[in-house]
T-cell receptor, first 108, second 114 residues
Framework: AQRVTQPEKLLSVFKGAPVELKCNYS??????LFWYVQYSRQRLQLLLR??SRESIKGFTADLNKGETSFHLKKPFAQEEDSAMYYC??????????FGSGTRLSIRP | DVKVTQSSRYLVKRTGEKVFLECVQD?????MFWYRQDPGLGLRLIYF???????EKGDIPEGYSVSREKKERFSLILESASTNQTSMYLC?????????????FGQGTRLTVV
């Protein structure tokens, strides 16, 4: 079965502080992992994907197969990072499932 | 610019009504999805379709059905709306097969069942 767990509903940090949003997954095969973001009054959009190993808006995420984790990190938070973040897993048959989401709030 | 368009932003329906939510994509994507988004529960997959006339149940299909008669259109049907189906509904599409394919989302339909 596919499962994505985001243990934090809300994460509040000060501007300039490091950010880590946690994501753990359960999947028996070789998964594709993604982070999606939803800014206020905007539609859900892709932030980054593990295959690309890229940094987007200063965010990075490393797939750790041993710990089945795909945590999202940014060294210095900015106010515009305040949003809802969802971790997603694409497994068999193109099915994409999402975690419960973490609301990131950046305090000035 | 890629587009996934949901027919309504807001809908108010009465308990017991049959409700249709429509979604259209212009990217020639094979896969289409319907999710509901609830605070604290995230996005939960209702149904998805990997081809015309093909459908698979997601994690919460009860009380819903879907229709995909054309590649670009995926409809979600609430046979008899109930108040616990009040939610934000999101449609998405993605290409099939290749790795590194992302899902593109519509703007959402906020459904209220009274």
């Amino acid at each position: 079965a596919q499962r994505v767990t985001q243990p934090e509903k809300l994460l509040s940090v000060f501007k300039g502080a490091p950010v880590e949003l946690k994501c753990n997954y359960s999947y028996s095969g070789s998964p594709e992992l993604f982070w999606y973001v939803q800014y206020s009054r905007q539609r859900l959009q892709l932030l980054l994907r593990h295959i690309s190993r890229e940094s987007i808006k200063g965010f990075t995420a490393d797939l750790n197969k041993g710990e089945t984790s795909f945590h999202l990190k940014k060294p210095f938070a900015q106010e515009e990072d305040s949003a809802m973040y969802y971790c997603a897993l694409k497994g068999s048959a193109s099915k994409i499932i999402f975690g419960s989401g973490t609301r990131l709030s950046i305090r000035p | 610019d890629v587009k996934v368009t949901q027919s309504s932003r807001y809908l108010v329906k009465r308990t017991g009504e049959k409700v249709f939510l429509e979604c259209v994509q212009d990217m020639d994507h094979e896969n289409m999805f319907w999710y509901r988004q609830d605070p604290g529960l995230g996005l939960r997959l209702i149904y998805f379709s990997y081809d015309v006339k093909m459908k698979e149940k997601g994690d919460i299909p009860e009380g819903y059905s879907v229709s995909r008669e054309k590649k670009e259109r995926f409809s979600l049907i609430l046979e008899s709306a109930s108040t616990n189906q009040t939610s934000m509904y999101l449609c998405a599409s993605s290409a099939r097969g290749n790795r590194n394919t992302e899902a593109f989302f519509g703007q959402g339909t906020r459904l209220t069942v009274v």
